[in-house]
C-alpha cells in the first residue's frame, strides 16, 4: 500500500456478539464515509464479559463467529482491509483464544493472531484479572504484508512487552497495531506514554482502537483511542471513552525517514551481563 487512510474504531462491547457486530458495522461505514481502507476494531469487539463459565456460553469457533462473519462480508463490501483488533474462538481442543484477525478486501483471513501475554493482575483498586484461566496464550508472533506495507500484531497488555514489537519491527512491520480493553485506572496512567514509546523505539506507526466507558459486564474501560506515527507524534486520538472512529493518513515513507533519522534497529548491539551483585552468572540475562 502506498499512503492510505487508517482507522481506529473505537467501541462499548456489551455481553451479546450480534449488538456488538450491529454498533461495529455502523461505525465502520462511518470510517469508510471519512475515506479509510484500512480499520482497525478493539480488543474484545464481539463481546466483553466477565464470568469464565459464560464465556463458553458467548462464544463459538471462527466459521460460526458473528462478528468474523460480519467482518468478511463488510470487507467484500467495502473494499477494506478489516482488522478485528480481537475476539474469543472457541478453538478446536475446547479453549478460548483472544485472537486477532486480518480480513483482506475479498473477505479471506490474511493472518492471524492469538494474545500472547495474559492479564494476570490485582490492581490497587481492588480490581482482579485473572485472564489465564479463560484464555489460552499464543506462542507466535505475527507479521503480515498488506501489498508492500507490513503490519505487526499485538493485544492489549502486550503492549507491556517490547520484545513482541521489536521482533515485528525487525521482520519489516512499519505498522504495529495494539487493539485494547485497557482499564480506566491503568489507561490514565500509562496508555499515551508506552503507545508512544512503542511509535519512537520502532520507527512505526502505532494503531490503536480501544473498548472505552461503562461496559454491561461492569467493568469500565480507559478508551482514547490512538494514532501515532513514527516519530511519536499523535495523529488522531479519541480524547473521551465514547464509541466514535478516528482516521489518520498513514504514509508508509515516514516509518523509513524515522528509522534513518535515528537508526536504533541498526544500532542495537548483542550484549551480556556482568554482576557485581553476588548473583551466580548463569542468571545473567533478563527474563522475558
Ligand atoms: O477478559 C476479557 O474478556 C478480554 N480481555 C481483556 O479485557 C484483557 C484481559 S482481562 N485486558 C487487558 O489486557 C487490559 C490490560 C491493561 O489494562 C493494562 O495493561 O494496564
Not at 506495507?149 to 521489536?166: H, S
Not at 521482520?171 to 485494547?180: I, T
Request: charged share 25%; net charge negative.
Amino acid at each position: 500500500m502506498g499512503v492510505f487512510k487508517a482507522a481506529a474504531i473505537q467501541m462499548r462491547s456489551g455481553t451479546s456478539p450480534e449488538r456488538n457486530a450491529a454498533d461495529m458495522e455502523q461505525l465502520v461505514r462511518e470510517a469508510v464515509a471519512m475515506g479509510a481502507s484500512y480499520v482497525q476494531t478493539p480488543e474484545m469487539t464481539g463481546a466483553l464479559v466477565r464470568d469464565k463459565d459464560a464465556k463458553r456460553t458467548v462464544f463459538t469457533s471462527e466459521d460460526k463467529d458473528v462478528v468474523v462473519a460480519k467482518a468478511r462480508q463488510l470487507a467484500r463490501e467495502l473494499g477494506i482491509h478489516f482488522h478485528i483488533g480481537s475476539t474469543a474462538i472457541l478453538r478446536d481442543d475446547g479453549k478460548l483464544a483472544n485472537r486477532a484477525l486480518l480480513i483482506a478486501p475479498d473477505g479471506t483471513t490474511l493472518a492471524s493472531y492469538d494474545k500472547i501475554h495474559m492479564f494476570d493482575v490485582d490492581l490497587d483498586n481492588g480490581e482482579s484479572w485473572r485472564e489465564s484461566a479463560a484464555y489460552e496464550p499464543g506462542t507466535d508472533a505475527a507479521v503480515v504484508d498488506l501489498a508492500g506495507l507490513k503490519l505487526g500484531f499485538a493485544i492489549c497488555y502486550d503492549l507491556r512487552f517490547p520484545q513482541l514489537f521489536r521482533t515485528e519491527a525487525l521482520a519489516g512491520a512499519a505498522v504495529l497495531s495494539v487493539p485494547a480493553a485497557f482499564t480506566r485506572q491503568t489507561g490514565e496512567a500509562h496508555w499515551h506514554v508506552l503507545l508512544r514509546a512503542r511509535a519512537i523505539e520502532n520507527g512505526a506507526f502505532v494503531i490503536a482502537a480501544a473498548q472505552g466507558g461503562l461496559h454491561e459486564d461492569g467493568r469500565e474501560t480507559y478508551g482514547h483511542s490512538l494514532i501515532v506515527d513514527p516519530w511519536g507524534r499523535i495523529l488522531a486520538e479519541a480524547a473521551h471513552d465514547e464509541p466514535s472512529v478516528i482516521v489518520a493518513e498513514i504514509d508508509p515513507a515516514q516509518s523509513v525517514a524515522a528509522r534513518a533519522k535515528i537508526p536504533n534497529l541498526k544500532n542495537a548491539r548483542e550484549f551480556s551481563l556482568r554482576r557485581f551483585d553476588g548473583e551466580p552468572a548463569s542468571l545473567r540475562g533478563a527474563a522475558s
